[in-house]
């Protein structure tokens, strides 16, 4: 069976490289969530011809939701011929924008060298492209599979997955009983599997100060000087803290194996744009900052909140007419599935029968659908597994290697056979 299904993924190579092309050319640049539609029917289109059964669900009220920028997400479910597990890969279909310094069109699929040019093709067209292809190859090989396969094109991971898994999870489709495995084919290297995530805690923290004529400061109270007191203790003491927390989840690149902060935009005082005319000099009476905290799953949410509190209310004892606010944007916790969960177990299997060798197991710097994944859907045999170099993602002139599409698909076969028929 193994060799069997090994070779029939190869000979889908230029299916899979005409796939990914055809997916790029759809510029599903999020925000603000363009072409979402088009290269959803495009996905379901394709997977009814082969027996899927398609749904499209828009995400509708969810962020950024509007009739020029639907939310919409497809799913494709095809049943076996017995009961059984069943096994989903979800890929998302945005993209962030493609940025400068591209020496090709981000938005043409250009093939050169192997390898497959584009915004989106390592993050994650080329893996969704491969899981797709790995189902189909599987599927005619063995028309009497057990279970059910699920395949979903999702919007709006790049900006938290609200309208996509997040709302796919909340209408049930991402939990038992009718789901028991994910795969997520990101690009985390063709012979790793991603086993989890680091948290976030991302607020804004507001410093209040009074308004007052910016020719007589001394009459009001400056709220970015009081923000420049909390950037000041940052660099003093939580900066150093971070730098000396560790975890022993086996996060890449090593340099986010620690905690990390960053600080994501800071605002005070009145416009600096100054091109519609002068605006008139005022004392600032506010100031924000949005921090972007990391954290690991040696630290809880409430220790990593407390950090910063204890700061902000030692703040408020010694510095005069120092007041602040803090509101939390987004808490995600952190997530690792254990490497012996029939996921990551068939998976592995696929990579020593592919590259003959051992996995890598790894963690991500950033969060990704698996949160909504596990904490809404409550399924934890999920990991992230495709093809793609991390380090191309959102980088100009990103391109997915031909060659690893093909290797990744093939795990992807194999692990998929092992899970469908309880081998593992
Ligand atoms: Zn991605």
Redesign the pocket.
């Known amino acids: 069976m193994t060799d069997s299904l090994l070779d029939a993924v190869a000979a889908r190579r230029d299916d899979l490289v005409s796939l990914t092309i055809d997916l790029v050319r759809f510029p599903t640049v999020n925000p603000p969530g363009e072409a979402y539609r088009p290269c959803a029917e495009y996905l379901g289109e394709r997977l009814r011809r082969r027996g899927f059964v398609v749904e499209y669900l828009r995400g509708e009220g969810t962020p950024g939701d509007t009739d020029r920028y639907p939310r919409t997400n497809v799913v494709a479910r095809i049943e076996g011929r017995s009961p059984g597990k069943t096994v989903h890969f979800n890929g ?1 279909i945005d993209v962030v924008e493609p940025g400068h310094d591209w020496t090709v069109d981000p938005f043409a699929g250009v093939v050169k060298d192997g390898r497959v040019y584009g915004r989106g093709t390592c ?2 067209k080329g893996g969704l492209a491969a899981a797709i292809v790995a189902a189909e190859t599987y599927i005619d090989l063995n028309p009497d599979f057990p279970g059910a396969i699920e395949i979903s094109g999702t919007v709006d ?2 900006s938290g997955g609200f309208g996509g898994v997040a709302y796919l999870a909340q209408k049930g489709y991402f939990s038992k009983p009718r789901v028991d495995h994910v795969i997520i084919p ?2 985390l290297n063709k012979d790793r599997i991603c086993l989890g995530h680091r948290g976030v805690w991302w607020a804004e923290i507001e410093t209040k100060g009074e308004i007052a004529h910016g020719s007589m400061p001394f009459l009001g109270d400056c709220a970015v000087r009081h923000m420049s007191a909390v950037l000041a203790a940052f660099e003093a003491e939580l900066f150093p803290l971070l730098d000396t927390k560790r975890t022993r989840m086996p996060v890449v690149p090593e340099g986010a194996r620690r905690s990390t902060l960053n600080l994501n935009s800071i605002h005070g005082g009145q416009t600096d744009d100054f091109k519609p005319g002068l605006p008139s000099p005022n004392v600032p009476d506010s100031c924000r900052l949005t921090i972007d905290r990391r954290f690991l799953l040696e630290e809880s949410l409430e220790e990593v909140k407390g950090e910063v509190v204890a700061i902000l209310e030692r703040l408020k004892r010694e510095r005069q007419k120092f007041d602040y606010e803090i509101r939390d944007v987004m808490e995600v916790r952190p997530i690792m599935s254990e490497r012996d969960a029939p996921v990551p177990t068939a998976l592995a299997q696929g990579i020593r029968a592919v590259f003959d060798r051992e996995p890598d197991y790894v963690i991500s710097p950033g969060t ?1 659908d698996q949160k909504h994944v596990a904490r809404i859907g409550h399924i934890y045999d999920c990991v992230a597994y495709g093809p793609g170099i991390l380090d191309l ?1 959102h980088r100009p002139d990103e391109w997915v290697g031909i060659d690893d599409m093909v290797q990744s698909a093939q795990v992807m076969a194999i692990g998929l056979d092992l899970l469908l028929r309880g081998k593992v």
């Open positions: 998302h993050d994650m991971e790049e990101e690009p990704y993602a």
